[in-house]
């Protein structure tokens, strides 16, 4: 979903909620295969190849962090999911420098700090929801 902001690779990020959500509850790797199929399916609905590099960059960089700040047990699921939309955002930056140039990704950066702690803070608000309403033996079943 598109935010109403005229920089490219600004959006909601729906689909971060479902990596978190994975991450909390199935662990690391689940969380990978998850932010590999959602990078996948997003170039091949969305994209091209720089999309597709945008888009893993991105992943990869965010997934690292969250699990890794997951696995610190010092951060709350908001906090965590605004270090994935920061990292997100940062991952897309490098990309970005190695494959555009890197004055188009510092010109980005303030726009996608901003972005990636908005949308983190709203991906995180949600998921933590979804995690009370779906206690653990209605997940794991």
């Given at each position: 979903m598109p935010a109403p902001v005229a920089i490219p690779g600004v959006k909601l990020g729906l689909g971060n909620i479902v990596v978190l959500f994975t991450l909390e509850r199935f662990g690391t790797r689940s969380g990978f295969a998850v932010m590999a199929v959602k990078v996948l399916a997003s170039a091949l609905l969305f994209g091209n190849p720089q999309v597709l590099a945008f888009s893993a960059g991105g992943g990869l960089l965010s997934w690292a962090v969250m699990a890794a700040a997951l696995r610190s047990g010092a951060f709350?699921?908001?906090?965590?999911?605004v270090l994935g939309g920061l990292s997100h955002n940062l991952g897309q930056l490098a990309v970005v420098a190695l494959i555009l140039t890197p004055q188009v990704a510092i010109a980005s950066t303030p726009v996608l700090a901003v972005a990636g702690l908005v949308t983190g803070a709203v991906i995180g608000v949600i998921t933590r929801a979804v995690l009370a309403a779906?206690?653990?033996?209605?997940v794991h079943g």
């Amino acid at each position: 979903m598109p935010a109403p902001v005229a920089i490219p690779g600004v959006k909601l990020g729906l689909g971060n909620i479902v990596v978190l959500f994975t991450l909390e509850r199935f662990g690391t790797r689940s969380g990978f295969a998850v932010m590999a199929v959602k990078v996948l399916a997003s170039a091949l609905l969305f994209g091209n190849p720089q999309v597709l590099a945008f888009s893993a960059g991105g992943g990869l960089l965010s997934w690292a962090v969250m699990a890794a700040a997951l696995r610190s047990g010092a951060f709350s699921t908001i906090a965590v999911s605004v270090l994935g939309g920061l990292s997100h955002n940062l991952g897309q930056l490098a990309v970005v420098a190695l494959i555009l140039t890197p004055q188009v990704a510092i010109a980005s950066t303030p726009v996608l700090a901003v972005a990636g702690l908005v949308t983190g803070a709203v991906i995180g608000v949600i998921t933590r929801a979804v995690l009370a309403a779906l206690p653990e033996e209605v997940v794991h079943g």
